[in-house]
């Protein structure tokens, strides 16, 4: 049986493996680091959404805090890793992808 293969957990590979989970299919997701958060730690520490909590949720679980609050990045980062811990997807940390030219 084959199965899906999800490259990186950042925002989308989470909303990605939500939705395979939520079909029941077969996959596995690899992540270059150690954590479900994508690049967020790369970003400056003062960074906040640019869209608010009711607008920034990924399926099937509510961002926390108040609706028109704009979350900061450390709050982002930490809802990422609540995500991935939340629906326990078959997550490969420390996986690097290379190209084959052969």
């Given amino acids: 049986m084959f199965a899906t293969l999800v490259i990186g957990i950042g ?58 609050r704009y979350p900061h990045r450390d709050e982002v980062c930490a809802y990422l890793q609540s995500y991935a811990r939340h629906f326990q997807f078959p997550i490969l940390y420390n996986q690097k992808c290379r190209r084959s030219n052969g």
């Fill in 11 to 68: 925002q989308a590979g989470l909303a990605a493996s939500y939705y395979l989970k939520h079909a029941g299919l077969p996959f596995v997701v690899l992540e270059a680091r150690a954590t479900p958060i994508g690049s967020w730690p790369q970003y400056y520490e003062s960074l906040r959404l640019f869209s608010p909590v009711r607008s920034s949720s990924l399926p099937g679980l509510p961002f926390p805090g108040l609706p028109s």
